[in-house]
């Protein structure tokens, strides 16, 4: 096999770097690892929190039981109050709410009858108050790079896209050691907070560059929908990956996967992109407070956070709602968003392209209808096969919407500002980081409040009455000095 000379190695990294394949390569790599970490704790984090704390906590709580030599022969006691009526000493349903999992209480033997069937799981008033603090730690990520994407924003504008696209990796990877290590709420809040850092840096600068490399629209809008195809299809593993690995091999395993798969993203950047290179924009960035008076502007960010802010709110409640009325085993809580998330791959995908030719508005005015429909029809759903329809309706609506709304982010800039991509693009990920941020944290205290099917009605409501506001971008005017 004939060796690779070190200047054919420099001729094909030169090559690359220079190649916008490769820089998109590069993109939906970091945007597919950060959303399989976005999604992979939606399962987990539920079903972890009640095991560690509720069920701890009652386990802790109970009485050690008695030697065998003073205990009184069993249920003799209650076989003569009760009229030989059986109650369970302990207070679980199943075999798997008793603390050795054996459907006996400690210290005595396995009972030799069959066990009953998993049941639902107890502490109501437990599972209410975690709607509320698993939508908080969800919407931590969010709320964090909502604060933080500004100023990525300007960053890129000054050293370019390189280096806040590798600090975003390093940071990326560091999270997810936390969530590997973490044992407690308030570090995984920490762990998730600080995963919003990460975000920032990668997507803003990601799809900044992308826009940079990509100056043709129809070329542009494609090479927008292949990198939403790598958020989509870290939407799809993440949530499934986390549910099987963690009922399956532990809380741990997941995370670590990830922080390998980590890894190798930050190898190929050293490699595509120099991060150690700055190269500020060409053109002085039109301010973010112009940006954010442009009407079509906000129309395109409204949008993507209604749109998005739907997926947000199912993310913390329909777990805990498939555990209180459907009883569901841990693995399908994640298998739950399998639908939405192949149909969103599908949606980005094909609409990356499609949308250029029948009217990216029209595009995204009809998927704000389907989205707020599908969200009417989840609490319908009486098992998990009835939530397939909603959530793939939900899924791929989504992907008609994200990928019409980013292309006319980077097109409305260059009609109507100066073309510099990645003020615009902070501003796109602020409508959709408002979106996850507003919803779990939001989510939760309506299902307490109101019940989940009217947090479905809400936001689906919402959706529908904002869709109409997308025709405004179908011919938006260019600005006075460009016309």
């Given amino acids: 096999v004939p060796s690779v000379s070190p200047a054919m190695a420099q ?16 993109v939906f790599v970091a945007l597919l ?12 984090v539920p079903t972890f929190l009640y095991t560690t704390e509720y069920e701890g906590a009652n386990s802790s709580a109970r009485p050690e039981p008695a030697p065998a030599a003073l205990r009184s022969p069993p249920f003799s006691s209650v076989l003569s ?6 109650v369970p000493v302990w207070g679980f349903s199943s075999a798997e709410g008793l603390p050795n999992g054996t459907g006996s209480p400690p210290g005595q033997p396995p009972s030799t009858s069959p066990n009953p069937p998993r049941g639902c799981l107890e502490g ?3 599972l209410a108050q975690e709607n509320v603090r698993v939508g908080l730690l969800f919407a931590s990520k969010a709320l964090v790079q909502l604060l933080v994407n500004p100023w990525v924003g300007l960053l890129t504008n000054r050293i370019g896209y390189h280096i806040p696209m590798f600090l975003g990796f390093t940071i990326m990877f560091v999270s ?11 570090l995984l809040f920490i762990a998730r907070a600080l995963q ?7 997507s803003v600068a990601g799809l900044g560059l992308l826009a940079s490399v990509y ?11 292949i990198a939403l195809g790598g958020l989509a299809l870290g939407v799809l593993i993440g949530a499934p990956f986390g549910s099987i690995m963690y009922e399956f091999v532990g809380k741990a395993s997941p995370f670590l996967v990830l922080a390998f798969l980590a890894l190798l993203d930050g190898a190929l950047q050293l490699c595509i992109l120099q991060p150690s290179r700055i190269s500020p924009e060409s053109t002085k960035a039109t301010p973010v407070s112009t940006l954010l008076r442009d009407p079509y502007i906000l129309v395109a960010a409204g949008a993507l956070c209604f749109s998005n802010m739907g997926v947000a709110m199912l993310e913390p409640t329909l777990p805990i709602w498939m555990l209180q009325t459907m009883c569901s085993p841990q693995w399908q809580l994640g298998m739950a968003f399998l639908p939405a998330s192949i149909s969103y791959l599908i949606g980005t995908n094909l609409f990356g392209i499609l949308a250029n030719r029948m009217g990216r508005w029209l595009c995204s005015m009809i998927g704000m209808a389907v989205v707020g429909i599908s969200l009417l029809c989840v609490p319908l759903a009486t098992n998990i096969s009835g939530l397939i329809g909603p ?3 939900l899924g791929f609506a989504i992907g008609m919407v994200d990928s019409s709304m980013m292309p006319i982010m980077a097109y409305l800039v260059d009609l109507r500002h100066t073309s510099a991509y990645g003020t615009v693009y902070a501003i796109a990920d602020v409508a959709f980081c408002m979106g996850f941020a507003i919803g779990p944290s939001t989510g939760g205290a309506i299902v307490r409040a109101l019940g989940f099917p009217w947090l479905m009605v809400i936001v689906g409501v919402l959706n529908v009455a904002f869709a109409p506001l997308c025709w405004l971008l179908r011919s938006p005017p260019a600005a006075e000095e460009k016309m």
């Fill in 33 to 44: 690892l950060d959303n399989i970490l976005l999604t992979v704790v939606v399962p987990i």
């Fill in 11 to 26: 001729h094909w990294l030169a090559t690359g770097r220079a190649s916008p394949r490769l820089v998109l390569v590069v």
């Fill in 196 to 202: 919003g850092v990460g975000s920032s840096f990668s």
């Fill in 81 to 86: 109050y009760f009229d030989n009526t059986t």
């Fill in 391 to 393: 959530n793939a309706g």
């Fill in 215 to 225: 100056p043709d629209d129809s070329e542009r809008g494609s090479a927008m929908g």
């Fill in 124 to 126: 109501g008033e437990f």
């Fill in 176 to 186: 997810t050691v936390m969530f590997a290590f973490s044992g407690t709420y308030t």
